[in-house]
């Protein structure tokens, strides 16, 4: 794969900022969502166990949100240092397409599909 050029690298760097703010909002956003249930508030099993696991659901989403907040970071750190576009995994060009559609990717495509056949899971 060819390398990003300055163009590319400055309307992925956009989008980063950009999916930064995103994320941002959506952790503020959700704050409340998270917060454990009160299991002293005078609602039916049913509605305490929607609760639960809506409250579950908020958190499992701000955890994704937050590494993903990580890795926007990360990306715009290696921005800064001219390395954005490397994979942090073999080196090779992580490519254009992938970064626009992922700009907060870290890896090439053949290194993030090793990685997940080799996580558990």
């Not at 090779?92 to 996580?119: H, I, M, N, W």
């Amino acid at each position: 794969m060819e390398a990003l050029s300055e163009r590319e690298v400055e309307e992925l760097r956009a989008d980063l900022v950009q999916l930064l703010g995103e994320l941002r909002a959506q952790l503020a956003s959700s704050a409340a969502a998270a917060r454990p249930v009160d299991l002293s508030e005078p609602i039916g099993r049913v509605s305490r166990m929607d609760a639960m696991q809506q409250q579950s659901m908020a958190q499992a989403n701000r955890a994704s949100a937050k590494l993903r907040v990580q890795q926007a970071e990360a990306a715009l750190a290696r921005v800064e240092r001219d390395g954005y576009g490397a994979c942090q995994g073999c080196g090779d060009e992580v490519g254009f397409q992938r970064l626009k559609a992922r700009p907060e990717a870290p890896f090439c495509l053949a290194c993030q599909s090793l990685r997940e056949r080799r996580s558990p899971g």
